[in-house]
């Protein structure tokens, strides 16, 4: 049952799913913080999936909508375009417009975040798509959490599996735009079953907007091909 619970929800995180989150009393509010994304941030990767290359392309822009400020980040690449819009106070998503690309077909999909109504409890982070989590995670708490634990909106048990992410501390990073300090978090299946399933592993810049350097983990679900991205150029706009 466990196993199944974990192929069930790699499998959510590539579903499209409409969900209701209010974002008045957004879950993730008191765990992440604001990095300070700048409007006009420009990174481009290099991205290996398998024996596969290609480039990645994702710019931030920060919008008013209503009362509320958003960061909306577009990602295009060979295999996959993405529109996501996190709100800028807590890192919360409010919707991911996607399309995935493939030999034979092309998909398209969008989430909507609208009304949510369940409390927090404690030091765990709710979301309704893992497929952004390394978006999100640049407001993770570096320094003052050690870890975060991570459930989806629709879980049925609580004790069916736990999934966190864990703060490793701060390493040296070389890539192709150079050398930087960073924080590396791990992100994978708590306990026994942990040891069976691939962990994800991500670089940030310790120096503010915590973007990402480096990451490698698995696509998908197990038996996925592996996925390295590394940052190539990082573009702060100009004062």
């Not at 974990?6 to 008191?30: M, P």
């Not at 941030?41 to 290359?53: C, F, M, S, V, W």
């Not at 960061?71 to 295009?76: K, L, R």
Request: overall charge neutral.
């Amino acid at each position: 049952m466990v196993i199944m619970g974990f192929v069930r929800f790699c499998i959510l995180c590539c579903t499209v799913i409409s969900i209701f989150i209010s974002q008045e009393t957004v879950y993730a509010a008191s765990l992440l913080s604001d990095p300070l994304i700048p409007d006009g941030e420009k990174i481009t990767y290099a991205l290996r999936r398998g024996d596969e290359n290609s480039t990645v392309v994702e710019e931030v822009r920060v919008k008013k909508e209503g009362e509320k400020f958003i960061y909306e980040i577009t990602s295009a690449s060979k295999f996959l375009d993405r529109k996501i819009q996190l709100l800028k106070e807590t890192m919360a998503i409010s919707s991911i417009h996607t399309i995935r690309k493939f030999p034979s077909v092309t998909i398209d999909s969008t989430l909507t975040v609208v009304d949510e109504r369940k409390e927090p409890e404690g030091e765990e982070m709710k979301l309704v798509d893992f497929s952004v989590l390394s978006y999100v995670l640049r407001g993770f708490p570096f320094m003052k959490l050690e870890k975060l634990k991570i459930g989806y909106f629709g879980e049925q048990s609580k004790n069916s599996y736990s999934m966190s992410v864990k703060f490793k501390g701060q390493e040296k990073v070389t890539v192709k735009s150079g050398t930087f300090d960073c924080y590396k978090l791990e992100f994978g299946m708590d306990g026994f079953f942990g040891t069976f399933f691939p962990k994800m592993n991500a670089w940030y810049s310790v120096e503010a907007p915590h973007y990402l350097v480096y990451y490698e983990g698995p696509d998908g679900p197990p038996g996925t091909p592996k996925r390295i991205m590394e940052m190539v150029q990082y573009t702060k706009p100009s004062p």
